[in-house]
Nanobody, 116 residues
Framework: QVHLVESGGGLVQAGGSLRLSCAAS????????MAWYRQAPGKERELVAG???????NYADSVKGRFTISRDSAKNTLYLQMNSLKPEDTALYYC??????????WGQGTQVTVSS
């Protein structure tokens, strides 16, 4: 069974930075795809950033140039470095991964709140 556990969320002022971590149970080498999604109150869950194994990352237009996704296979961890945070980045951030797209895995989420 796969477990994804997010951490690193919190309250930060606009312009500040946070780094989210997603620790996976077992090796992340098996995941063909890992990503961060977010969901703000009253809105649908949206893709923030994703990365295929051995591939280049892709980002939502709203976070390009500010967020960086990376994966550390030695630590079995996915990261999301978030800089120049804006109030509109406030959301519950979820870690997502799959070996096969038909069997997705999700973490429980970590809250990010950006004050103006």
């Amino acid at each position: 069974q796969v477990h994804l556990v997010e951490s690193g969320g919190g309250l930060v002022q606009a312009g500040g930075s946070l780094r989210l971590s997603c620790a996976a149970s077992g090796s992340i080498f098996r995941f063909n795809y890992m990503a961060w999604y977010r969901q703000a109150p009253g809105k649908e869950r949206e893709l923030v950033a994703g990365i295929f194994s051995g591939g280049s990352p892709n980002y939502a237009d709203s976070v390009k140039g500010r967020f960086t996704i990376s994966r550390d296979s030695a630590k079995n961890t996915l990261y999301l470095q978030m800089n120049s945070l804006k109030p509109e980045d406030t959301a519950l951030y979820y870690c997502h991964a799959y070996v096969s797209a038909t069997v997705p895995y999700w973490g429980q989420g970590t809250q990010v709140t950006v004050s103006s």
